[in-house]
């Protein structure tokens, strides 16, 4: 059974762009090879990630997010076991957020999740991320 993690959390002080696509770059790789998918974002000094698929490997995963000193004041809004992953129907592979069409683009792909409670809390929790 697949598991899902959703987290918040503020990126350290002094985070340059260079450090900040390494980051993203890195986790992107990392990620699609291990067949770990979601998202992630960041946005005026906040990250904002989702990652699912096997349970060992995602919880593995989050404990080495969670001591990264790249950021800090992770806010853990999921933490769970799910019949499938919720991504599933959006993308096969991990994606990076970095324009704001594509961050439109998943709000749009929650409303149409929105039986869901899981789907209108990501909804929610992304509106502030989008600047037009």
């Not at 959390?9 to 260079?18: D, F, I, M, V």
């Not at 946005?43 to 995963?61: A, N, P, R, Y």
Request: aromatic fraction near 10%.
């Amino acid at each position: 059974m697949p598991h899902s993690i959703c987290y918040v959390s503020n990126s350290a002080e002094g985070l340059n762009k260079e450090q900040l696509e390494a980051i993203l770059n890195k986790t992107y790789t990392n990620n699609s090879l291990k067949e770990i998918s979601g998202i992630l974002l960041h946005s005026m000094g906040h990250f904002f990630q989702v990652i699912e698929g096997d349970e060992d490997e995602i919880l593995s995963l989050y404990e080495k997010i969670k001591v990264d000193n790249r950021h800090h004041n992770i806010f853990e809004v999921m933490n769970k076991p799910r019949e499938k992953r919720f991504f599933e129907g959006y993308a096969t592979d991990f994606k990076i957020i970095r324009t704001s069409q594509q961050l439109k683009d998943i709000l749009l792909y929650l409303e149409g999740l929105k039986e869901s409670s899981t789907a209108d809390k990501l909804h929610r929790l992304l509106q502030p991320f989008i600047i037009d």
